[in-house]
């Protein structure tokens, strides 16, 4: 049963535009989330968090938006440049029952392609 | 200065064999994690570790054990490796189990079962 999930397994967009890449999740019990990106032959690198009792964060050119009655966050990038050119994973903390341990669970990522 | 690093970063070999990733983070982070990366891109926790201590094992099958020789070390072993074992192996760490700061990813070891 996957908790997480990023539905959208690609995306392209042109450069200078605004990306918009979706996250999904079911468990109620998640209360944080990260964005990460990752490039090819690399770990993942942490991009930017959000709390579950914000609804937006800010960081330079990244912003997350968390919509709690819907179970949806999005990740906006703008401008979007040939660098951001990655795979960006959507990831929840929390315990996925009552008796587990806290933990991060993943989304299968969106690759985002930017056009020049 | 790589802050989590992981050796090797491919790894081929045959089927019944026994394999060991190590792993090493230079943070100062008291929690260090195995994730495994499959052919669906799922990225899924094996193990967690606080300071030396076992705190997560998703179910992972026995022939998988890790070892924390300190709390900048987490090597995974693998007995008798399986076709089904085939994916790309993460390390991580992090300051704290339970803190809110982000988890920093080694670059993975690729292993290939023949």
């Known amino acids: 049963d996957q908790q997480v999930k990023q539905n959208s397994p690609s995306l392209s967009v042109q450069e200078g535009r605004i990306s918009i890449l979706n996250c999904d999740y079911t468990?109620?019990?998640?209360?944080?989330f990260l964005w990460y990106k990752k490039y090819p032959a690399e770990g993942p690198t942490f991009l930017i968090s959000?709390?579950?009792?914000?609804d937006k964060n800010e960081d330079g050119r990244f912003t997350v938006f968390l919509n709690k009655s819907a179970k949806h966050l999005s990740l906006h990038i703008v401008p979007s440049q040939p660098g951001d050119s990655a795979v960006y994973f959507c990831?929840?903390?929390?315990?996925?029952?009552?008796?587990?341990?806290?933990?991060?669970?993943f989304g299968t990522g969106t690759r985002l392609t930017i056009i020049p | 200065d790589t802050a989590v690093s992981q050796t090797p970063k491919y790894l081929v070999t045959q089927m019944g064999n026994d394999k060991s990733i190590k792993c090493e983070q230079n943070?100062?982070?008291?929690?260090m994690y195995w994730y495994k990366q499959d052919s669906k891109k799922f990225l899924k926790i094996m193990f967690s570790?606080?300071?030396?201590?076992?705190?997560i094992n998703e179910t992972v099958p026995n022939r998988f054990s890790p070892k924390s020789p300190d709390k900048a070390h987490l090597n995974l072993h693998i007995n008798s490796l399986e076709l089904g074992d085939s994916a790309v192996y993460f390390c991580?760490?992090?300051?704290?189990?339970?803190?809110?700061?982000?988890?920093?990813f080694g670059d993975g070891t690729r292993l290939s079962i023949l």
């Open positions: 468990n109620s019990m998640f209360d944080y």
């Open positions: 991580a760490s992090s300051q704290a189990l339970s803190s809110n700061q982000p988890q920093h």
């Open positions: 990831a929840a903390k929390g315990r996925i029952s009552n008796f587990g341990n806290e933990k991060l669970t």
């Open positions: 959000i709390s579950s009792i914000k």
């Open positions: 570790y606080n300071n030396k201590e076992l705190i």
């Open positions: 943070l100062g982070h008291d929690t």
